[in-house]
């Protein structure tokens, strides 16, 4: 069964501090994996993609990274900003008649506290 | 302003009732999704419409209905509400194989 599992479950930091999620599955085959962020009461916005050939991504403070071989991905963020705090969704997807199907991570819920 | 727009927001229903979920995509994409996002549980697909004139159950389709009206809309029906419905729902669309964007959701409450 295709699963995606993220940890730490939940994680508090100080502003400014560094942090790394982590997300295993065993999705397969493998097409494709995102990390999302969702603040409170909003949707999803997408942070990064990595098909399989790219092991690391960076957007701003947010690097994501893909060990294929051990279906393992880390979400690393720098220098941590109060609205930092929100949900980190990792989501990966596989492809089937033609469609890209996501298998959704339950998520990191990260605080920043000033 | 681009993107994905959910109506309504907030909605309480009492058990039995009916309602519809409106969403409505102005990026001309393809794909469309409806989305359950429960606690302690990641999102999990209801149906989709890979195109205009196709949907598809996805994983928890039970108690819905689905409608895609044109390629701009994709309504999410709850025929005879039932607590366990109680949610909150994301509508999404894409264009293969970017990503999807996601509506502000609609919270649902059935009493």
């Known amino acids: 069964k295709n699963q995606v599992e993220q940890s730490p479950q939940s994680l508090i930091i100080l502003e400014g501090k560094n942090c790394t999620l982590q997300?295993?599955?065993?999705?397969?085959?493998?097409?494709?994996l995102r990390w999302y962020k969702q603040d409170t009461g909003r949707g999803p916005v997408s942070l990064t993609i990595?098909?399989?050939?790219?092991n690391t991504k960076s957007n701003g403070r947010y690097t994501a990274t893909l060990d294929a071989d051990t279906k393992q991905s880390s979400l690393h963020i720098t220098a941590s900003q109060l609205s930092d705090s929100a949900s980190y969704i990792c989501v990966v997807s596989f492809v089937s008649g033609g469609s890209y199907i996501p298998t959704f991570g339950r998520g990191t819920s990260l605080i920043v506290h000033p | 302003n681009a993107g994905v727009t959910q109506t309504p927001k907030f909605q309480v229903l009492k058990t039995g009732q009916s309602m519809t979920l409106q969403c409505a995509q102005d990026m001309n994409h393809n794909s469309m999704y409806w989305y359950r996002q429960d606690p302690g549980m990641g999102l999990r697909l209801i149906y989709y419409s890979a195109s205009e004139g196709t949907t598809d159950k996805g994983e928890v389709p039970n108690g819905y209905n689905v409608s895609r009206l044109n390629k701009r809309e994709f309504s999410l029906r709850l025929e005879s509400a039932a607590p366990s419905q109680t949610s909150v729902y994301f509508c999404?669309?894409?264009?293969?194989?970017?990503?999807?964007?996601f509506g502000q959701g609609t919270r649902l409450t059935v009493v």
């Open positions: 997300c295993n599955y065993t999705v397969s085959p493998f097409s494709n």
């Open positions: 999404a669309s894409s264009e293969v194989p970017k990503p999807r964007l």
């Open positions: 990595m098909t399989f050939s790219e």
